[in-house]
């Protein structure tokens, strides 16, 4: 596949070479290059297993790589830096139970030098923004799973970072919730610019949300294929998903996944 | 609600009319009936004797819980969070944590004498072990997504103790002090009657080598009152800081 060549200064996250081995034991990512350009979607598919979730926090800082690097607006990520946030699975795992609704959303802004009334409405716009407004005073195990996980993606927006990295954030939610914040997750990407990278194992979701998805091999990981999505902006739920060029993108990653990539294709 | 509450003082009530009956009836000189003791109790401590022997116990009391509470949580958080202090310091607990407390009142007697320090060393080594172990765990099983936030959003290792280790450790940190405070109570009571010359225990003591078994029974109905009391101001206090966990609980329930 051949694209247009891409301005050093779109492109906003390199992933080089990308390797991690844990301790001397399992490779769970043999060799993964990729890049995403300023405000882009870009969606990693992959079955179970596929150290998506490695690869994010790999890409996040909070694991160092094995060998290989991930540069965000040409720097080496050495440590999290604040410009990249990552929003969990497990909602109820990252939250703070013990902090309202608003706290939580507060939460890393105790990390940035502003006045208390710059906090409150970057809290304010984050929470509006998710359609969390008349819930900031409740305690997140008050709510539905689906909005305690509108309060996690509110939490990484307040801080306002430059890319969100988005781990499975709609898997432990029911599919009509799903969809909801599928769609909240493009809102905010059109409100704010913000760069998406999302890893997921679900195929239709990835092709629904992106403008290019990679699919990931079984471990130890490798990239199968880069897919560009020309799906017509903004997507819309009906619409999009019965789009026949919608099908034919999802049946084509479908028989990808589980594939080791053909060694004679050229990247 | 209300009806549930009178039921359980019901009970109450009748088990004092059993001891009062039986007690008549037997007429032994060392069970004396709920009435009697309920006279001595009024005499004996609505009186002076009250500053002389239980405040004294009440402050040794809190100053050992205080200081077991503070230095047991510091230091439980500690070896939560440090794998390397966790590996070294957890077999010394674990070892520790499994005497039976009062078996150091002999050394706290050696070491210190039968003063005040005496008892309230021993209150401590008594209380320290169980808030110790429970600071220990519950800082340890912070799940790895709250740290992951915390780091993600530039927290330093003790920003994120400070704001998200400990108060996720905090219902487990409430559980080990409230078996703390139950066993400073013990301690309390033991160490004044091994090794003591005022307190309530020297004085429910005394009170049964000089026969005066009325007073003797109102000691005890005393240290039931305190212990009561303290245990309420503890559930209080839990109420207050532990709500969220409370109130999350029930909800998954």
């Known amino acids: ?267 | 609600m209300r009806a549930r509450r009178l039921l359980g003082l019901a009970t109450i009530v009748v088990l004092l009319l059993a001891w009062e009956v039986t007690a008549r009836v037997g007429n032994n000189v060392y069970v004396p009936p709920p009435s009697q003791i309920a006279v001595t109790f009024a005499h004996e401590w609505f009186s002076p004797q009250f500053a002389q022997e239980a405040v004294p116990s009440i402050w040794r009391l809190l100053a050992g819980f205080i200081i077991a509470a503070i230095v047991g949580v510091a230091l439980g958080v500690a070896i939560g969070v440090s794998d390397t202090l966790y590996r070294t310091l957890d077999p010394v607990l674990q070892v520790l944590r499994a005497l039976p407390p009062t078996a150091v009142i002999p050394v706290g007697i050696l070491l210190l004498g039968i003063g005040d320090w005496m008892k309230v060393a021993v209150i401590v080594f008594g209380a320290i072990w169980p808030i110790l172990v429970n600071s220990v765990d519950g800082a340890r099983s912070v799940s790895s997504e709250r740290l992951d936030t915390a780091r993600n959003f530039g927290f330093s290792r003790l920003e994120t103790i400070v704001a998200v280790t400990f108060p996720s450790a905090l219902p487990q940190i409430f559980a080990g002090l409230r078996v703390g405070l139950a066993l400073a109570f013990i301690m309390i009571v033991i160490s004044e009657m091994v090794g003591g010359s005022n307190g309530l225990g020297y004085a429910i003591l005394s009170a049964q080598r000089t026969f005066s078994i009325p007073e003797m029974y109102a000691g005890i109905v005393l240290l039931a009152i305190l212990g009561y009391g303290l245990n309420a101001l503890f559930t209080l206090l839990e109420r207050r800081v532990l709500a969220w966990h409370l109130g999350s609980t029930a909800v998954t329930r």
Not at chain 1, 219 to 247: G, K, Y
């Open chain 1, 1 to 267: 596949m051949t694209r247009a060549p891409v301005a050093a200064r779109d492109l906003v996250l390199q992933v080089v070479d990308l390797q991690k081995r844990y301790g001397t034991g399992t490779l769970a990512i043999e060799r993964i290059s990729l890049d995403v350009r300023r405000g882009e979607f870009v969606s990693i598919v992959g079955p179970s297993g596929a150290g998506k979730t490695t690869l994010l926090k790999t890409v996040c800082g909070l694991l160092a790589p094995t060998s290989g690097r991930v540069l965000l607006d040409d720097k080496l990520v050495t440590a999290p830096p604040p410009e990249m946030v990552l929003v969990f699975q497990d909602y109820a795992r990252s939250l703070f139970p013990w902090l309202t609704v608003t706290a939580n959303v507060a939460f890393p802004l105790r990390k940035k030098r502003l006045t208390p009334s710059e906090k409150a409405s970057l809290v304010r716009e984050a929470l509006d923004a998710v359609g969390l407004t008349a819930f900031a005073g409740h305690y997140p195990w008050q709510l539905s799973g689906g909005m305690q996980q509108r309060v996690a993606i509110a939490r990484a927006v307040a801080f306002r970072p430059e890319i969100l990295l988005l781990d499975e954030p709609f898997a432990s939610v029911d599919a009509l919730t799903r969809a909801d914040l599928e769609d909240v997750t493009l809102r905010l990407r059109a409100e704010f610019g913000i760069t998406m990278l999302l890893v997921t194992h679900d195929i239709d979701e990835a092709v629904y949300l992106s403008d290019r998805v990679f699919v990931l091999s079984p471990p130890p990981s490798v990239i199968v294929r880069e897919i560009a999505v020309p799906l017509s902006q903004p997507r819309e739920q009906e619409r999009t998903r019965s789009d026949a060029a919608f099908l034919a993108l999802r049946n084509e990653i479908h028989r990808m996944i589980g594939q080791r990539p053909e060694r004679t294709i050229a990247p």
